[in-house]
């Protein structure tokens, strides 16, 4: 290439660099999930949850907040932060599908649906997408933030991880800082030492964290939640049958939570020239004395 081509090359690069980046700046909603999807590798399926539950999909895209769950909280400060289109990986109206007919004169949805509509926010849910990349953006997250760097994970399986004999208490208090939560329940023995741990966030189902402790390769399950009568129930007849099993339970938000800062850096290599915050909810819970 002789130097007039290569300098006409230089700035045919700067050119598209620089209509690159304000082309980024224009996408609508629509159009940079669309992106998104695509830099991901993930085609939705027909059934999927990961479409958007409030706003208009038109709307221009002044920033991106990601978030585990679109609380009051986390809605005012991507306002502050001048983030118009939050990502999230769990529900904005209280149930799986983001109906918003179920109360229909319920004040607490109406205010969120208005703050929202007053604020031109768009809200997507990211989960099913978030859960099929490769690797799996939230068991991703997790694995940093507890310092879990040999976690292995077979498709389909839960995230497995051995550990220098601990005991469970010890075990919980480690993720306990490692995460900040206020919260964490442990069902089973304090005193078991174990060594082989499992980690299936969020609300997977008592069948399927049944079936993971079941497994001879588990001794404890690091999981999010499940009501008392199912995967607790089980959990504590087996400690009573003085069998080697304990659940930890670090909420749902919490064990999933590392895995929308995960997608948010992600999110910044992939879409360089775009505003991204990840902005934790934290945690609902506190502890009364
Ligand atoms: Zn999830």
Known sequence: MHSLGKRSWLVAALLLATTGISAQQALTAEQL??????AAGIVPGPNTVDTIKAGDPQTVVTGIATTISPTMDVLRKAVAAGDNLIVTHEPSFYNHLDKTDLYPNDPVLAEKLKYIADHKLVVFRWHDGAHAHQPDF????????AGWAEAHRE??????????????AALAEQLRKATGAKIVRVIGDPKLVVTKIAYAPGAPGAERQIKVLERDDVEVLV???????ETISYAWDAQQQGRHKAL??????????PGMDNF???????????????IPAGEPYWLAH
């Open 155 to 168: 498709p389909g399986a839960p995230m497995l991880y051995t550990a220098k004999p601990v005991t469970v």
């Open 33 to 38: 999930i669309a992106k998104m999807r695509e």
């Open 138 to 145: 939230i068991m991703e997250g997790w694995k940093a933030k």
């Open 264 to 278: 948010a850096n992600w999110l910044r290599k992939t879409m360089p020239g775009l505003r991204v915050d990840f």
């Open 248 to 257: 930890i339970l670090m909420g749902h938000y919490t064990s999933e939570e």
């Open 223 to 229: 999981g999010g939640e499940i009501p008392e009568w």
